[in-house]
């Protein structure tokens, strides 16, 4: 058997690199951040968390939360570098009182043809007190020169929804913080101004927030609505237990068009691996007496097949609908 001459052996990635031939300053300065879409269900309208900034640039503007990405304490004294994921759910834990563990999502093994493309960096989770259900995924990453006056600044955003989420507290340099409705009916994004309660807010459309969050809120609405259709994260706007109706009207309120009643609870009972039947009812029956409701939990699917189109065109919420 004739020998084979070997090749030349391949460098171990970085091992031959010399910090002392590297200037940094040879290149503009870059910043890093990362904004937050924090989506939650309260009492029965889409909400998304606000902060108002105390500083400039923007100052007194409403904006996303969100922050440099920056060290973190290690041992002995030293710093370590926080990761993107990390810097996204400090981000939630400064404004919302939620107490971050470490993620256990699993990426699926494929997604349908025809679906949209997503980041590559997979769902996780944070729980906080009273181990309520966050999601926590990226969204995107945002770079347009000139978004930041500073300078240039790339911001990689998350998006988080959950159910009823806490009252959350201005941390960081924020001035105040809420939960401000979203009016979704149209099927696009605004603000419901006329049940913002006692907090002065003075946007009414996402293009009046700071930087280019409009645009990162607009992105993170639409995915909401997206992957609804095709993975059951429409659980994770409501409890561990939930009904039919609950579930719909997270579908509706997401959507901002209600899907047909009937096609839509037998569409989501048929779709294997998404809801998992309790054995238990509801305490009473509905509003006008009648049946108690059938408890459902979120089965163990990760995406769901056939998935559940949302309604279009003016006769949304017909016989033809999901």
Do not use: C
Not at 21 to 46: G, I, N, Q, S
Not at 224 to 236: C, D, F, G, Q, V
Not at 252 to 279: C, I, M, Q, Y
Not at 309 to 318: C, F, I, K, T, V
Request: aromatic share 6%.
């Amino acid at each position: 058997m004739p020998e084979v001459e070997a090749g030349p052996t391949r460098p171990r990635a970085g091992g031959g690199y010399d910090p002392s031939t590297y200037d940094p300053r040879a290149f503009d300065p870059v910043a890093v951040t990362v904004d937050v879409v924090a989506l939650t269900m309260r009492e029965r309208r889409l909400h998304v968390l606000l902060v108002r900034r105390g500083e400039e640039p923007f100052a007194g503007r409403w904006a996303l939360p969100g922050g440099f990405v920056r060290p973190r304490p290690g041992g002995a004294g030293h710093s370590l570098e926080e990761d993107l994921p990390e810097a996204a759910a400090r981000e939630l834990v400064e404004e919302t009182g939620l107490t971050a563990v470490e993620a256990d999502a699993r990426p699926p093994d494929g997604l349908p043809d025809g679906l949209p493309d997503e980041p590559p960096d997979e769902p996780g989770a944070v729980r906080p007190a009273g181990s309520t259900r966050v999601h926590l995924e990226q969204l995107g990453t945002y770079g347009t020169p000139g978004r930041d006056p500073r300078m240039r600044v790339i911001s990689v955003a998350y998006l988080a929804f959950a159910p009823d989420l806490p009252d959350p507290t201005a941390g960081g340099d924020a001035a105040a913080a809420a939960w401000l409705p979203l009016a979704t009916g149209s099927g696009g994004v605004a603000f419901d101004t006329s049940v913002v309660g006692d907090v002065a807010f003075d946007a009414v459309l996402p293009g009046d927030l700071a930087f280019d969050h409009g645009r990162i809120l607009a992105d993170g609405v639409e995915r909401a609505r997206s992957k609804i259709e095709y993975t059951p994260l429409a659980t994770a706007f409501v409890g561990e237990q939930f009904t039919i109706t609950e579930l719909r009207e997270v579908y509706t309120t997401v959507w901002g068009r209600p899907p047909h009643a009937a096609n839509f609870h037998r569409k989501v009972l048929s779709v294997p691996g998404f809801l998992e039947d309790t054995g238990t009812t509801t305490e009473r029956g509905g509003s006008r007496g009648g049946r108690r409701a059938r408890l459902y939990r979120a089965g163990p699917a990760k995406l769901l097949y056939p998935a559940l189109l949302r309604p279009s065109g003016p006769e949304a919420g017909g016989a033809g609908d999901a």
